[in-house]
Every structure is written in structure tokens, then in C-alpha cells.
Nanobody, 123 residues
Framework: QVQLVESGGGSVQAGGSLRLSCGVS????????MGWFRQAPGKERGGVAT???????TYADPVRGRFTISKDNAKNILYLQMNSLKPEDTALYYC?????????????????WGQGTQVTVSS
């Protein structure tokens, strides 16, 4: 059974940093593309960043240059380092695995999801 468990969310002021972690069990983080997504109230879940099994990363335009996705294959953990946070980054952040095909920042193309961790950025 695949389980993804996010942690590391919290409340910070604008300009601050947070690092999210996603512990993976029942699945190998080294074998497939994984990603981070976020959903703000009243909005659809959107892609933030992905990393494939070669370590190639892709970022959504609003976070490029501020967020960094990485993974520790030995520990089976996915990370998202978030710097220079803005109020518009406030959302519930999810990690995802089990990419099927299609657009890599499209939430519908992933099979497995964590429960989410809340990030709140105040101005």
C-alpha cells in the first residue's frame, strides 16, 4: 500500500522560508516522477514542482527561482525548500507520486497523494 505523508508546513511572514518533507512508503521515490502541488481555498489544485527519476526538475512559473524540489532516494523522502515566501503561496501543499502520462504539472495525471500540509504566509 502506497503512503505519502507530508510534514513541515506552518505559518511564516512574507520573505521567510519553510522546508516541506514527504515520507514515502510502499513505493520507491527513485523509480518514478514525483511532485508537489498546492490548493488554495476556492481554487483548483495546481502543480508547483516535479522531479523525475533522473533528478530533472520542473517548476511552475510563480515559484521558479524561489522553490527547490529534491529527493533522498535512500531515505525515500521528497522535499520542497521554499524561500522568499509570499502571501499568495498560502495553500494546502500535497506531494504526489505515480505519474501516468500527459502534462507533468497536472494533478489528474498522478495516482497517489498525501493528506496535505498547510502553509500560511502573512504580509
Amino acid at each position: 500500500q502506497v503512503q505519502l505523508v507530508e510534514s513541515g508546513g506552518g505559518s511564516v511572514q512574507a520573505g521567510g522560508s519553510l522546508r516541506l518533507s514527504c515520507g514515502v512508503s510502499g513505493y520507491s521515490s527513485s523509480s518514478d516522477r514525483m511532485g508537489w502541488f498546492r490548493q488554495a481555498p476556492g481554487k483548483e489544485r495546481g502543480g508547483v514542482a516535479t522531479i523525475d527519476n533522473y533528478g530533472t526538475t520542473t517548476y511552475a512559473d510563480p515559484v521558479r527561482g524561489r522553490f527547490t524540489i529534491s529527493k533522498d532516494n535512500a531515505k525515500n523522502i521528497l522535499y520542497l525548500q521554499m524561500n522568499s515566501l509570499k502571501p499568495e503561496d498560502t495553500a494546502l501543499y500535497y506531494c504526489a507520486a505515480g505519474f501516468r502520462s500527459g502534462l507533468i504539472l497536472e494533478a489528474n495525471n498522478y495516482n497517489y497523494w498525501g493528506q496535505g500540509t498547510q502553509v500560511t504566509v502573512s504580509s
